[in-house]
């Protein structure tokens, strides 16, 4: 079922996920481990949308719910739909031929994008598990020298 797009992923005007996140399904991780053993269009063709389905929405949904519960706390930071990487792999220039990236991956970031945020939170869930990590980008010198001195 495709998902509507706005700013902050695909919550209801209230701010509520639009479905409840009720974990990543196994079938999601079983496909995933499929996609590492068979990562080849002709796979991706047969099975690409059960493998959206399975584990790239789930993983909106848990954007969006994670989104509204830092809220909750006061932390402004978003992820949903607009904070997700593609799967699909640009191939042109790679002599990899693999088309989907092994993953599904997002950030959670001020300004509930991918890019230009000067803070995130990075996401990432494959066959091994998961990888979350926080950084910060191009702070103003005077935030940079305060924490180097802290």
Request: net charge positive; hydrophobic share 35%; no cysteine.
């Amino acid at each position: 079922m495709p998902r509507e797009k706005t700013g902050r992923g695909s919550l209801a005007e209230d701010g509520e996920p639009r479905e409840p996140f009720e974990g990543i399904p196994a079938r999601g991780f079983t496909l995933l481990k499929q996609l590492a053993e068979h990562n080849e269009p002709g796979w991706v063709r047969e099975n690409g949308d059960r493998l959206f389905a399975a584990l790239r929405d789930p993983f909106v949904l848990y954007l969006d719910d994670t989104t509204r519960r830092l809220a909750v706390e006061g932390i402004e930071l978003q992820g949903g739909r607009g904070t997700l990487f593609r799967m699909h792999r640009d191939r042109r220039f790679a002599r990899d031929a693999r088309p989907l990236h092994e993953h599904v991956e997002a950030v959670f970031s001020q300004n509930g994008r991918r890019i230009g945020s000067r803070a995130a939170i990075h996401v990432r869930l494959d066959v091994r598990g998961g990888f979350l990590a926080a950084g910060s980008f191009l702070q103003p010198s005077a935030a940079t020298r305060a924490l180097r001195e802290s």
